[in-house]
């Protein structure tokens, strides 16, 4: 029940416990306690948003994948310099990945001056990091499972057999 | 025509009836506003991209003529391997299985390669709007069975016996069950099989939502019992289960040869089921497993959220076990199924269907698809609720 309830706040995590215990079929009170668990137990981190940032008026949110590349420290594998870069609030998320490169980030600034800056300043100069390799988002076309700009509505017949 | 009063309309197909559906799909079209409609018998889901995709592949490489008439042999390969696994009965490609366009086709010949004029089907009642339309154009006599709330619509041997008579030659069976959703246990369908066999009846069975059921409900499917493969045409597609509605691509499979007489009346009207669509159901034989089990949890849970609401608000409902339609009693407002599906559209422009339009005994009941967005529902939910009060009040 768990996964299932897990399930669907991956779909949409503003569902309420009183669509959670329908769709279910559980009690809004187990509902309730499921989602609280989840959190109590860190499985559930946080909730978010999906936004069309080019569909936004005014100042947009520049973002970067950056893949980087860093030294392994002796007593702490990729941990110690991944938790180091985590820290920043630039950076979105940070992941560990096989291949080419080590650390892949998504860091998000408000101009593309400020993400260049902090990779220069900050990430760089970071003891264990190798190099970097930053690219900039031109336009988004998935995020979290949602296509975002080109779902067209399509209408269905109102009533068939 | 102008001037000319002749009728030149065949008179089985003047008498035909236009489908109860027809009618009140007009009503809805011409309604303006916000109506939600829960009037729909296909699924709300694009059918999954990968099987999309192999459809444009198919069209990028050229593939663009007929197939062969059965259809493409490596398609009928996969039907029947899917058939095996799934059904627990074996055809062989070669000769027992048959592609159509949709089991709408598949129906339709099986038809007319069954029935001569004055032999007699029972089907199920409520159904499907066309089987007794189809069973009227073969030339053949219909005759329905009613199905009971009281037995959640499934069909009982007890009722089916009263309806055999020396001229019944076919019983045309469709569980999971449009619009009851309705499915069959074991034991009751035993027992039709058993009456199948003594009467000698073909059974024609219409399994296209037999992939959505629920609650961990195993479909069974009336051609795997004991002596039923030999007199069973089993009809399956892929528009419920894989969202392949327009897609129009069904199948037959049976003795091969009831299948190849099947295939005469295909060859000469149809020639072969669409290219495309053909090469597409391949992928979503091979690979559209996943994305159709998470299409039925969805759909599950629709259903949860929509038979309670019924349940709540005085409208009796039976939780249906497979397809995607509830079936609420509606018989405590007062009005009858059409009444309330008209008072509904123009009070709250919610569309439901009649149960009257899939025969007498769906009258007292209306059709409601769970196949819409979660929000919709609720939504409609809400103003069936408002509409059954200010039948209460009158």
């Known amino acids: ?161 | 025509m102008g001037e000319n009063k002749k009728n030149y309309v065949a008179s089985h197909i003047a008498a035909l009836p236009k489908s109860g559906i027809r009618e009140f799909f007009e009503l809805v079209n011409n309604m303006s506003g916000n109506v939600i409609s829960l009037g729909v018998g296909e699924p709300d889901f694009v059918t999954p991209w990968n099987i999309v995709e192999s459809g444009l592949f198919s069209l990028e490489k050229g593939h663009t003529a007929y197939t062969s008439n059965l259809g493409i042999p490596a398609l009928r390969k996969e039907i029947v391997k899917y058939i095996k696994s799934n059904y627990h009965v074996s055809y062989a490609w070669e000769n027992e299985c048959i592609v159509t366009v949709g089991v709408s086709e598949a129906l339709d010949i099986a038809m007319r390669a069954l029935l001569s004029p004055g032999d007699e089907v029972i089907y199920t009642e409520p159904c499907f709007v066309s089987y007794p339309a189809e069973i009227t154009m073969a030339h053949g006599i219909p005759v329905s069975v009613p199905t009971y709330e009281k037995d959640a619509f499934a069909l009982t041997p007890e009722t089916l016996v009263k309806y055999i008579t020396p001229k019944s030659k076919v019983l045309l069976l469709n569980f999971p069950c449009n619009p009851t959703g309705a499915v069959m246990d074991l034991e009751n369908l035993q027992g039709i099989a058993d009456l199948a066999i003594k009467h000698d009846l073909v059974v024609i069975t219409d399994e296209i939502y037999s992939e959505l059921t629920y609650d961990n409900i195993e479909h069974h499917s009336i051609a795997a019992l004991p002596g039923m493969r030999e007199r069973t045409i089993f009809l399956h597609g892929f528009s419920k289960a894989f969202a392949m509605t327009g897609w129009r691509v069904g199948y037959a499979c049976g003795p091969a040869e009831i299948i190849d007489a099947m295939m005469k009346i295909h060859q000469y009207g149809i020639m072969s089921a669409n290219t495309t669509s053909q090469e597409a159901a391949i992928e979503a034989l091979r690979h559209g497993k996943k994305a159709m089990m998470k299409m039925r949890d969805s759909y599950c849970e629709r259903r949860n959220v929509m038979v309670k609401a019924f349940n709540e608000m005085g409208l009796k409902c039976h939780l249906p076990k497979g397809a995607f339609y509830a079936f609420p009693n509606i018989t405590s407002t007062g009005l009858s199924s059409k009444e309330f599906a008209k008072g509904l559209l123009e009070q709250q422009q919610v569309a439901v269907v009649p149960g009257a339009a899939f025969g007498a005994s769906g009258e007292g009941f209306v059709r409601c698809c769970y196949a819409t967005s979660i929000n919709e529902i609720y939504e409609a939910m809400k103003r069936i609720k408002l509409f059954v009060e200010s039948c209460k009040q009158k």
């Open chain 1, 1 to 161: 029940m768990q996964n299932k309830v897990l399930n669907l706040l991956r779909e949409n995590s503003r569902i309420s416990c009183q669509e959670i215990a329908d769709r279910l079929n559980i009690s809004v009170a187990e509902a309730d306690e499921i989602v609280q668990t989840l959190e109590k137990n860190k499985i559930v981190c946080g909730y978010t948003v999906i936004v069309n940032e080019a569909a936004l008026s005014g100042a947009k949110k520049v973002q970067a994948l950056i893949e980087v590349k860093v030294t392994p420290q002796r007593d702490g594998g990729f941990d110690k310099v991944a938790k180091r870069i985590a820290l920043f609030d630039e950076v979105k998320e940070l992941a560990l990945v096989s291949g080419g490169y080590d650390l892949l980030l998504t860091v998000e600034g408000d101009t593309l001056q400020e993400v260049a800056g902090f990779v220069s300043e900050k990430l760089s100069t970071i003891e264990g990091v190798l190099s970097t390799a930053t690219s900039f988002q031109l336009k988004k076309y998935k995020e979290a499972g949602k296509t975002i700009e080109f779902t067209d509505e399509y209408e269905r017949l109102k009533v068939c057999p």
